[in-house]
């Protein structure tokens, strides 16, 4: 297969193809110029070749007619392991430019040496081939492969100091290092050597330090953790006989191309065999489901054990984009048919279409769907991954159509809901155009194309506080006060004066009108019975005497539509799936008598949303960790005269560095009112190098987005999701359940979140844009609200909705009312939403006296960090928005008299890999480095011991530059939690896993980190 790649600008050498040869009339179309070039050509007949053609070895770019095409090989995996020969660079930088190739690829070209001769030799520049093709080229000659520096080539183009080599007749073969977690990383070069990855080990003890000694053939590293062996490799017959379908699949790595012999045994079976022989070779090839299988593998020696040698599609010396390609769609294969694949497709289709929380029978059916590509008795494809089978099974499952039970359902999304309203009441564009509406991702929390994160708009195994723990209910992580109530004044505003762009959601229009709802108006009875049947299927139980109220007082039948439309918004069976099951009535909870508050702190949690490179943040200056670092980080080390510098004693270096986007902090820093908390991260006990790679206790998921933002807001890392709740709302809970019985608020700014959230205080949700979201029509509505939310229901999804929404209706007017009754001292930035969410919790904190309040926690959240490319800008940018909105924050602070009981400290998901990677990025990591900010702190320090070492394989090194940190998240936490009035009898359930933990060594002391009082 051949692509045309370009005209006779492209500057990449290659053979000038003949006019008149068979495959230059392929390619051009005609014998001659002029060509007609196809953007693809591909090959069905074996082509004679002609000239300079015949003696090409290997074939990338050839010219022809001025056109360029490039030679797509067929797709071929090597093996990952191997023998090497040194291939070196083919001039000037001779030793200096060189590595290790397999000599079965073609990696370099031929450079000939003998007497006085010293030459390369090529049919066309730049051409590469085979190390077997490169001694033949020599031997021609009566020459050998050069094993010293020869003068570059003005023919054959091997001189580029990057790209181009020729072959050597040097051997090498790195050791493979072997882990104790069962990882190898070999050491031919230093990208391989940062690659540690699993293998499947196939037979013998692997290799491991025992009593400070390796196994014969290898030796401990240098601190003793693992061992370093000489390797091995060999090729091996895996089958005499023909294999059942599972021995196969489990055993053979390799793929074939189509044997062209026919089939020699199990012609009839389901495992066809075609052998080369008579009898079961390496050479013979087996066909099963489609796919061909060469009866081969590889494997490396290591110390007295073996493991298969991996197959890959990447050309380690001669990287390309189809290489990569391949390898990600093998990856999607792999998953594709992966075991888990049919249920777990199965499960999230469920919860989107049907209910959050289906049984495991229901799973089980519409996995066997997607598998067999059949359900109940139909046969839609019969194939594997059949989605026409899968969504019967979703939908025509007996639990699908026959929801009674308390936990089928699920909360309805808001732009379902809304879709549904607007073509249920059957709403039209005044001139019949389609329906513009503006963008309302940051006014209802969904829109198309518009999820915040990769993980969508919410994550699936969500669960609300209120239900119990093996209950999901995924779409309540978005039913936000804010979000909920927007929706509500967006669609009432749109029933009673459709959308338009004056004070709705729609475009642009003359009299601020585009369109309208058209449902028409009917007997009350008629309309009720319409209203129940489009808007709930028929669904409809205690809410509908309410609704038929509405009909039968209003004044006129079209008044009275509009607010039973607006009723049908709020009530259950629009909002949720399922059966409702109406109870009781609900019992008024009591009113609270609030007295004078005795004291007010507040902390503020940070949060560096995607993981910052925090060792971009706080840099060592003007000591060996400086050269470390530079060493380390390479293109993205920060130069000295762009740091800010600062002091710090008890560290190996006495100076540091801030990046220069954040001056508020050495300001803060040099005033002693902000310091930084070294060496941090998700810890479930103290690890180093040997227990992390060994039996220590780690976090689930470590380097992972989702797992890493739960874990550093819950700090129970070893426990998936967030049934430990958040730490900040665990303080919440001690501080309102201690002897002094503090009256405690947590507030989030940034939509639902784990750290904000405790057992018994429920963090309240605010807007960044207006603090609260009040319902418009809260004051004519209010007896209908009543109406919906004073009867219990049986269905936890129901039950969850009314409690929801009573409780966002009561929060955002009681907050509403707080926040229009004080004013801010300063005129606030909202330059960035970090900007807007801490100017609403400043506002908040205006209101304490108002609100007698005693203890505040608040969390606010700014990113995307997850810097994986061009950091250096990215940080600019983010940096410097977080100093615009903590300088002002700091300075309302000050300006109401409350920066000294205020605490603001900053977390991440983790850490970034100190080396980059080809993107001038930075990937997942785990240590970092934060800040803690605040009036009444000890500041101007750097606590917590600052890594020793920065170079890759140092003491805290777990691969690649990911840092181990030394200290867990609680080593800041615990003191702010003591600070905030948190008693001793509470701080195991607050912080479960500091008993893992030495506090003299692992926690900063609450008198080291706050001034006394």
Same mark, same amino acid.
């Given at each position: 297969?051949?692509?045309?790649?370009?005209?006779?600008?492209?500057?990449?050498?290659?053979?000038?193809?003949?006019?008149?040869s068979?495959?230059?009339?392929?390619?051009c179309?005609?014998?001659?110029?002029?060509?007609?070039?196809?953007?693809?050509?591909?090959?069905?007949?074996t082509?004679?070749?002609?000239?300079?053609?015949?003696?090409?070895?290997?074939?990338?770019?050839?010219?022809?007619?001025?056109?360029?095409?490039?030679?797509?090989?067929?797709?071929?995996?090597?093996?990952?392991?191997?023998?090497?020969?040194?291939?070196?660079?083919?001039?000037?930088?001779?030793?200096?430019?060189?590595?290790?190739?397999?000599?079965?690829?073609?990696?370099?070209?031929?450079?000939?040496?003998?007497?006085?001769?010293?030459?390369?030799?090529?049919?066309?520049?730049k051409?590469?081939?085979?190390?077997?093709?490169?001694?033949?080229?020599?031997?021609?000659?009566?020459?050998?492969?050069?094993?010293?520096?020869?003068?570059?080539?003005?023919?054959?183009?091997?001189?580029?100091?990057?790209?181009?080599?020729?072959?050597?007749?040097?051997?090498?073969?790195?050791?493979?290092?072997?882990?104790?977690?069962?990882?190898?990383?070999?050491?031919?070069?230093?990208?391989?050597?940062q $690659?540690?990855?699993?293998?499947?080990?196939?037979?013998?003890?692997?290799?491991?330090?025992?009593?400070?000694?390796?196994?014969?053939?290898?030796?401990?590293?240098?601190?003793?953790?693992?061992c370093?062996?000489?390797?091995?490799?060999?090729?091996?017959?895996?089958?005499?006989?023909?294999?059942?379908?599972?021995?196969?699949?489990?055993?053979?790595?390799?793929?074939?191309?189509?044997?062209?012999?026919?089939?020699?045994?199990?012609?009839?079976?389901?495992?066809?065999?075609?052998?080369?022989?008579?009898?079961?070779?390496?050479?013979?090839?087996?066909?099963?489901?489609?796919?061909?299988?060469?009866?081969?593998?590889?494997?490396?020696?290591?110390?007295?054990?073996?493991?298969?040698?991996?197959?890959?599609?990447?050309?380690?010396m001669?990287?390309?984009?189809?290489?990569?390609?391949?390898?990600?769609?093998?990856m999607?294969?792999?998953?594709?048919?992966?075991?888990?694949?049919?249920?777990?497709?199965?499960?999230?289709?469920?919860?989107?279409?049907?209910?959050?929380?289906?049984?495991?029978?229901?799973?089980?059916?519409?996995?066997?769907?997607?598998?067999?590509?059949?359900?109940?008795?139909?046969?839609?494809?019969?194939?594997?991954?059949?989605?026409?089978?899968?969504?019967?099974?979703?939908?025509?499952?007996?639990?699908?159509?026959?929801?009674?039970?308390?936990?089928?359902?699920?909360?309805?999304?808001?732009?379902?809901?809304?879709?549904?309203?607007?073509?249920?009441?059957?709403?039209?564009?005044?001139?019949?155009?389609?329906?513009?509406?503006?963008?309302?991702?940051?006014?209802?929390a969904?829109?198309?194309?518009?999820?915040?994160?990769?993980?969508?708009?919410?994550?699936?195994?969500?669960?609300?506080?209120?239900?119990?723990?093996?209950?999901?209910?995924?779409?309540?992580?978005?039913?936000?006060?804010?979000?909920?109530?927007?929706?509500?004044?967006?669609?009432?505003?749109?029933?009673?004066?459709?959308?338009?762009?004056?004070?709705?959601?729609?475009?642009?229009?003359?009299?601020?009108?585009?369109?309208?709802?058209?449902?028409?108006?009917?007997?009350?009875?008629?309309?009720?019975?319409?209203?129940?049947?489009?808007?709930?299927?028929?669904?409809?139980?205690?809410?509908?005497?309410?609704?038929?109220?509405?009909?039968?007082?209003?004044?006129?039948?079209?008044?009275?539509?509009?607010?039973?439309?607006?009723?049908?918004?709020?009530?259950?069976?629009?909002?949720?799936?399922?059966?409702?099951?109406?109870?009781?009535?609900?019992?008024?909870?009591?009113?609270?008598?609030?007295?004078?508050?005795?004291?007010?702190?507040?902390?503020?949690?940070?949060?560096?949303?995607?993981?910052?490179?925090?060792?971009?943040?706080?840099?060592?200056?003007?000591?060996?960790l400086?050269?470390?670092?530079?060493?380390?980080?390479?293109?993205?080390?920060?130069?000295?005269?762009?740091?800010?510098?600062?002091?710090?004693?008890?560290?190996?270096?006495?100076?540091?560095?801030?990046?220069?986007?954040?001056?508020?902090?050495?300001e803060?820093?040099?005033?002693?009112?902000?310091a930084?908390?070294?060496?941090?991260?998700?810890?479930?006990?103290?690890?180093?190098?040997?227990?992390?790679?060994?039996?220590?206790?780690?976090?689930?998921?470590?380097?992972?987005?989702?797992?890493?933002?739960?874990?550093?807001?819950?700090?129970?890392?070893?426990?998936?999701?967030?049934?430990?709740?958040?730490?900040?709302?665990?303080?919440?809970?001690?501080?309102?359940?201690?002897?002094?019985?503090y009256?405690?608020?947590?507030?989030?700014?940034?939509?639902?979140?784990?750290?904000?959230?405790?057992?018994?205080?429920?963090?309240?949700?605010?807007?960044?844009?207006?603090?609260?979201?009040?319902?418009?029509?809260y004051?004519?509505?209010?007896?209908v609200?009543?109406?919906?939310?004073?009867?219990?229901?049986?269905?936890i999804?129901?039950?969850?909705?009314?409690?929801?929404?009573?409780?966002?209706?009561?929060?955002?007017?009681?907050?509403?009312?707080?926040?229009?009754?004080?004013?801010l001292?300063?005129?606030?930035?909202?330059?960035?939403?970090?900007?807007?969410?801490?100017?609403?919790?400043?506002?908040?904190?205006?209101?304490?006296?108002d609100?007698?309040?005693?203890?505040?926690?608040?969390?606010?959240?700014?990113?995307?960090?997850?810097?994986?490319?061009?950091?250096?800008?990215?940080?600019?940018?983010?940096?410097?928005?977080? $100093?615009?909105?903590?300088?002002?924050?700091?300075?309302?602070?000050?300006?109401?008299?409350?920066?000294?009981?205020?605490?603001?400290?900053?977390?991440?998901?983790?850490?970034?890999t100190?080396?980059?990677?080809?993107g001038?990025?930075?990937?997942?990591?785990?240590?970092?480095?934060?800040?803690?900010?605040?009036?009444?702190?000890?500041?101007?320090?750097?606590?917590?011991?600052?890594?020793?070492?920065?170079?890759?394989?140092?003491?805290?090194?777990?691969?690649?530059?990911r840092?181990?940190?030394?200290?867990?998240?609680?080593?800041?936490?615990?003191?702010?939690?003591?600070?905030?009035?948190?008693?001793?009898?509470?701080?195991?359930?607050v912080?479960?896993?500091?008993?893992?933990?030495?506090?003299?060594?692992?926690?900063?002391?609450?008198?080291?980190?706050?001034?006394?009082?």
């Open positions: 297969k051949y692509r045309f790649v370009g005209g006779s600008q492209l500057t990449e050498s290659g053979l000038s193809l003949q006019a008149g068979e495959l230059f009339t392929a390619l179309g005609a014998a001659a110029a002029p060509c007609s070039f196809k953007l693809e050509v591909e090959l069905t007949t082509l004679t070749c002609s000239g300079t053609e015949c003696d090409v070895m290997d074939l990338n770019v050839v010219e022809v007619a001025g056109g360029h095409y490039q030679f797509e090989p067929a797709d071929c995996v090597q093996l990952f392991f191997y023998i090497g020969k040194i291939i070196a660079h083919g001039g000037d930088g001779w030793w200096w430019r060189r590595s290790c190739a397999n000599p079965v690829t073609r990696s370099a070209g031929v450079a000939c040496c003998g007497g006085a001769t010293k030459d390369h030799f090529c049919i066309y520049p051409s590469y081939v085979t190390l077997t093709e490169a001694t033949s080229t020599c031997q021609l000659q009566g020459l050998e492969l050069c094993n010293t520096k020869i003068v570059a080539s003005t023919e054959c183009e091997y001189d580029d100091l990057t790209t181009d080599r020729v072959w050597t007749p040097i051997d090498c073969s790195g050791a493979i290092e072997v882990h104790p977690s069962g990882k190898v990383a070999w050491q031919v070069d230093t990208t391989t050597q $690659n540690l990855f699993p293998v499947e080990w196939l037979e013998g003890s692997m290799p491991v330090v025992t009593d400070g000694a390796c196994p014969s053939g290898c030796s401990t590293s240098s601190d003793e953790t693992y370093v062996c000489v390797a091995t490799m060999s090729s091996n017959t895996v089958f005499t006989s023909l294999p059942s379908a599972t021995d196969l699949t489990s055993k053979l790595k390799i793929g074939a191309y189509p044997p062209t012999t026919s089939c020699s045994q199990g012609c009839s079976s389901e495992v066809k065999a075609y052998l080369t022989g008579s009898s079961f070779d390496e050479n013979t090839i087996f066909e099963y489901s489609g796919k061909y299988y060469k009866n081969q593998q590889q494997t490396v020696a290591v110390g007295g054990a073996k493991f298969r040698n991996p197959p890959v599609f990447m050309h380690k001669m990287p390309s984009t189809r290489g990569a390609l391949l390898e990600v769609e093998t999607l294969d792999h998953l594709f048919t992966h075991q888990n694949t049919p249920v777990f497709i199965g499960y999230r289709l469920i919860q989107r279409l049907v209910t959050s929380n289906p049984s495991a029978a229901y799973i089980e059916a519409v996995g066997q769907a997607f598998s067999t590509g059949t359900y109940d008795g139909h046969t839609y494809s019969g194939k594997y991954g059949d989605l026409a089978a899968t969504v019967a099974a979703i939908l025509l499952h007996p639990e699908a159509r026959m929801q009674d039970d308390a936990w089928e359902g699920a909360l309805r999304e808001p732009l379902i809901k809304m879709m549904h309203f607007m073509r249920a009441m059957e709403y039209r564009d005044d001139d019949g155009r389609e329906i513009g509406l503006q963008g309302l991702q940051d006014t209802i969904q829109w198309p194309f518009e999820s915040p994160s990769v993980f969508n708009f919410y994550l699936p195994g969500y669960s609300p506080d209120r239900f119990a723990d093996e209950y999901v209910g995924p779409e309540f992580e978005i039913f936000t006060p804010p979000m909920a109530i927007n929706l509500l004044n967006g669609l009432m505003k749109m029933v009673d004066d459709g959308f338009s762009w004056c004070d709705s959601w729609g475009w642009n229009s003359p009299n601020c009108h585009n369109g309208g709802l058209t449902f028409p108006t009917n007997d009350s009875e008629v309309t009720l019975n319409q209203l129940d049947l489009l808007l709930t299927g028929g669904r409809m139980t205690s809410s509908k005497q309410a609704v038929r109220e509405i009909l039968e007082e209003a004044a006129t039948p079209a008044a009275g539509l509009k607010k039973a439309q607006k009723a049908m918004l709020m009530v259950p069976e629009f909002n949720v799936m399922g059966a409702s099951m109406p109870g009781d009535g609900r019992a008024t909870a009591a009113s609270e008598t609030l007295t004078e508050p005795r004291s007010y702190k507040a902390t503020v949690m940070l949060f560096l949303h995607g993981g910052a490179d925090t060792f971009n943040l706080l840099v060592p200056l003007n000591c060996d400086y050269d470390e670092y530079v060493s380390v980080r390479q293109d993205v080390a920060l130069a000295p005269e762009s740091l800010l510098s600062i002091s710090t004693s008890g560290q190996t270096c006495s100076e540091f560095g801030i990046h220069a986007g954040l001056p508020i902090l050495k803060l820093y040099d005033a002693g009112d902000a930084f908390i070294a060496n941090v991260g998700g810890l479930v006990e103290p690890l180093t190098k040997e227990t992390y790679e060994g039996s220590g206790a780690r976090c689930a998921g470590l380097y992972s987005h989702s797992d890493q933002q739960v874990a550093a807001q819950t700090l129970k890392c070893q426990t998936r999701g967030t049934s430990p709740k958040g730490a900040g709302g665990r303080i919440a809970d001690a501080l309102a359940s201690s002897s002094q019985s009256r405690t608020t947590s507030f989030s700014v940034a939509g639902t979140a784990p750290w904000p959230t405790g057992f018994g205080v429920k963090a309240e949700i605010l807007d960044q844009n207006t603090g609260v979201s009040r319902l418009s029509q004051t004519e509505l209010q007896t609200i009543g109406n919906i939310t004073s009867v219990t229901h049986g269905n999804y129901c039950e969850e909705y009314v409690q929801a929404f009573n409780d966002a209706l009561l929060t955002s007017e009681q907050m509403g009312e707080y926040l229009e009754a004080t004013a001292q300063t005129s606030m930035s909202t330059s960035s939403s970090l900007a807007m969410q801490l100017k609403q919790v400043a506002h908040i904190i205006a209101t304490r006296e609100r007698k309040a005693e203890r505040d926690v608040f969390f606010v959240s700014f990113g995307s960090f997850d810097t994986h490319s061009s950091v250096a800008s990215a940080l600019n940018g983010l940096f410097g928005s977080v $100093n615009t909105a903590l300088e002002s924050f700091v300075t309302e602070l000050k300006a109401q008299g409350v920066f000294d009981n205020t605490v603001i400290v900053t977390h991440s998901d983790f850490g970034r100190l080396t980059p990677n080809s001038l990025g930075t990937d997942h990591a785990w240590a970092g480095n934060h800040v803690v900010i605040g009036g009444g702190l000890n500041g101007g320090k750097v606590f917590n011991t600052f890594p020793r070492s920065l170079v890759e394989g140092g003491e805290q090194d777990a691969g690649r530059g840092l181990i940190p030394k200290y867990p998240w609680e080593s800041v936490m615990v003191p702010i939690a003591e600070w905030m009035g948190m008693e001793s009898g509470e701080t195991a359930d912080f479960p896993n500091l008993a893992n933990f030495n506090r003299s060594q692992h926690i900063i002391g609450t008198s080291s980190l706050f001034q006394s009082r």
